[in-house]
């Protein structure tokens, strides 16, 4: 099987229809897309590997003791049953390398409020000394976390994997070694990285094998096949056909166990049916499978005694929750915002309004953080928006375009602008002014600005190759009619990389993605320090976080393994930026035609609109805003779509309107709504 422009991804369909919430006898997931030619046994359906489950069936019996109750239930600081929070007992060790579910005893009552929350989780990272800085995305592994910690093992697997990140600059393509690199990050907590780093590792065994290739790196087999043989010093094929399949068993066993950390149960399952195709007989990979199922039943069950819906329940057990945190070892500037990038975003806001950095806390926080002048190269923390004159209610303060504005219509359907997204079709745009570059047929633009900026910038990256299967790839999770659920974030990330990769091209030097002017002035929504729970998880699939932006990247010509910068936790910073900073809105047109008028489909929007991000949340917001897309063509008005200098912009654009909602005096802060409908009501 190929990993080329148009990859395959299996289809798993369940023998049982029971086995979810007995709604469906067929579900789509999502799992590797390069797998061994015996994954191949059903045939293909609609250019889709088909896959049957036929013991993965969930029943009502035997279903265990629930995994949790309810969202909260997952993200509480566990201590010990009695009043003081001073006798917290973590577990023994493990007593194997997958006996690693938490075992904090639960307390009579949950921490409830946020100070007492904290306090509590600061005294503990006191009393045993944890560095909550390492303590790890996984919501599963936190005890196997902390015992690393207060064993003392912490600092050598920093150095060790310090030092396999150094081997990689002289042999990427060694599967030895990212495997090794995954095994690390599991006992780190950090099971979203293990699972990717396995992945990549089990795309470099396939490679060796001969039984998987990647288009964009037509030398791999010979590559790998060379690794192993200057490791082991033997030019015998058998011996490195039998080292090849070693580490593809251990890949498959740490994604497992990775994904078992993800609370991925779901991906889990396929990758175990996969794993236990090829070895069928270890007994670390069928506990494993073993585990998986276990924990896929139980949440299952405490979810229909719940009371949720069937739609709602599918989409819920397929998905797996991570921490969002900071990755420790990544560089510290990489995080950081500087003056220098302040300076350059201003640049683009005009008369109305500038970026500057906001404080909050106590008054004498405040006071002595005011007093400090941040130095060239330094993080200039959390930023807002400041009206730099005298503001009339109604003025229009913000027009906001930009070109990561995404859509689930695909661009080869050539209906909306693959630039700005506006409608391409008539009467919204005349037929004439659509622009259709000759290099490719697969786009087209609603004017010769964004011809121009897609052709002289992102297109040149993204041409010739085909990306469709991002969009119609059937993912899980989607939480229904008026969102894109999960598929919008490979869908950006595509758009970003191209976006990056150009300019990279252009400019002849390597930056780091996270330092990319559009990655950098995004900013995550992190946990404060020493929080060792956040008290949010984030969902997290296999497919959409590590499948899918490992496709694209290759596509676009990266080099993943090779490559220093486009690593997984790189990938994943950008996704959770990308997450904290898009809105979603929704288009839907009527057409002209020529038997009379027609309503279009919906179609769902996100989009990053690079300086819109910089609005702070107010319960009592004193700007509205509104984007180009139009919920409802008969019951908008084209003021909806007017800008101060009398523009209009094209319908379904992905540009942002802010508007002054009340006088506003020079010096305040600008805040919108981030609840409610788009008008901040």
């Known amino acids: 099987m190929h990993l080329n422009s148009n990859p395959q991804t299996p289809i798993y369909q369940d023998g049982d229809s029971c086995s979810d919430a007995q709604t469906s006898t067929t579900d789509n997931s999502h799992s590797s897309t390069v797998s061994s030619d015996q994954d191949v046994t059903q045939g293909q359906q609609n250019g889709m590997l088909l896959y049957t489950i036929t013991n993965g069936a969930i029943d009502d019996s035997n279903l265990g003791s629930p995994i949790w109750s309810n969202a909260e239930d997952d993200l509480a600081v566990k201590l010990p049953n009695g009043t003081s929070s001073k006798d917290v007992a973590f577990p023994s060790p493990p007593s194997s390398e997958y006996e690693l579910e938490p075992e904090m005893t639960v307390p009579d009552t949950l921490i409830a409020a946020d100070t007492t929350k904290s306090n509590g989780e600061t005294d503990l990272v006191k009393r045993l000394n944890l560095n909550a800085d390492w303590m790890g995305t996984s919501q599963v592994y936190m005890a196997q976390t902390a015992f690393t910690q207060t064993s003392g093992n912490l600092e050598p697997l920093k150095d060790w994997r310090k030092s396999l990140l150094n081997d990689l600059t002289t042999s990427p ?33 396939q490679a060796g094998l001969n039984t998987a290739e990647i288009t964009s790196l037509p030398n791999l087999t010979n590559d790998v096949r060379e690794a192993i043989h200057l490791r082991l ?40 049916k996969k794993a236990l195709t090829e070895f069928p007989d270890d007994p ?31 989409e819920m057990t397929r998905s797996g929750k991570i921490y969002q945190k900071k990755y420790p070892w990544v560089e510290e500037s990489l995080y950081w915002r500087t003056p220098a990038l302040v300076r350059d975003v201003n640049k683009e806001f005009g008369q109305n309004a500038e970026v500057r950095s906001v404080v909050w806390g106590t008054p004498e926080e405040i006071a002595a953080a005011r007093k400090r002048v941040k130095k060239e190269g330094e993080d200039v923390g959390p930023l807002g ?19 990561l504005g995404i859509s689930d219509a ?30 490719c047929k697969a ?21 010739g190759k085909d990306f469709d299967w991002v969009y119609t790839t059937s993912l899980i999770g989607a939480p229904g009619d008026g969102e894109c659920g999960s598929r919008w974030r490979p869908i950006m990330f595509a758009r970003l990389m191209a976006i990056v990769l150009s300019d990279m091209k252009s400019s002849s030097s390597i930056t780091h993605p996270l330092q990319h002017p559009l990655v950098a002035r995004m900013a995550a929504n992190y946990p404060r320090p020493n929080t060792l729970t956040p008290e949010t998880a984030h969902h997290w699939q296999f ?42 809105a929704s288009t839907e047109l009527t057409y002209s ?70 006088d506003i005096e020079k010096g305040e802060e600008l805040k919108i709504s981030y609840v409610g409908d788009p008008l901040g009501l």
């Open 173 to 205: 393509y060694d599967p030895s070694i990212w495997v090794d690199l995954s095994g690390i990050d599991c006992k780190l907590g950090y099971t979203d990285v293990c699972v990717a780093n396995a992945y990549r590792a089990l795309l470099l065994t």
């Open 233 to 272: 010093r033997t030019r015998s094929s058998i011996i490195v056909a039998e080292e090849l399949n070693r580490k593809k068993l251990e890949a498959s066993q740490l994604l497992l166990d990775g994904l078992k950390g993800c609370s991925a149960y779901w991906d889990g399952l396929q990758e175990a």
């Open 284 to 314: 670390e990979l069928l506990e494993l499978k073993k585990e998986l199922l276990d924990e896929f039943k139980t949440a299952h069950q405490e979810l229909v005694a719940a009371g949720y819906k069937p739609k709602s329940i599918r």
């Open 385 to 403: 928006i400041f009206a730099t004159r005298d503001i009339k209610e109604n003025e229009i303060i913000l027009v906001d375009r930009t070109l």
């Open 410 to 439: 695909r661009p080869n359907q050539l209906d909306w602008c693959d630039g700005c997204n506006a409608s391409l079709r008539t009467p919204y745009l005349n037929p004439k002014e659509v622009r259709r570059p000759d290099c």
């Open 443 to 463: 786009v087209a633009y609603c004017s010769q600005e964004c011809y121009d900026t897609a052709i002289n910038g992102y297109h040149s990256s993204l041409c």
């Open 543 to 584: 497919f959409e976080n590590v499948v899918a932006p490992t496709q694209i990247l290759l596509q676009l010509g990266v080099d993943i393994f090779s490559s220093p910068i486009f690593t997984q936790e790189a990938i994943q910073t950008i996704y959770w930026r990308i997450e904290n900073n898009a809105n979603m």
């Open 593 to 662: 035609t020529p038997t009379g008028p027609v309503k279009g489909e919906k179609v769902n929007q996100v989009n990053v609109n690079s300086n819109y991000l910089f609005f702070n949340h107010s319960c009592m917001p004193n700007v509205t805003w509104h984007g180009g897309a139009v919920p409802d063509s008969h019951g908008t008005e084209i003021s909806w779509l007017r800008t101060s200098e009398g523009e209009v912009e094209k319908p379904g654009s992905s540009s942002v309107i802010c508007v002054a909602d009340r």
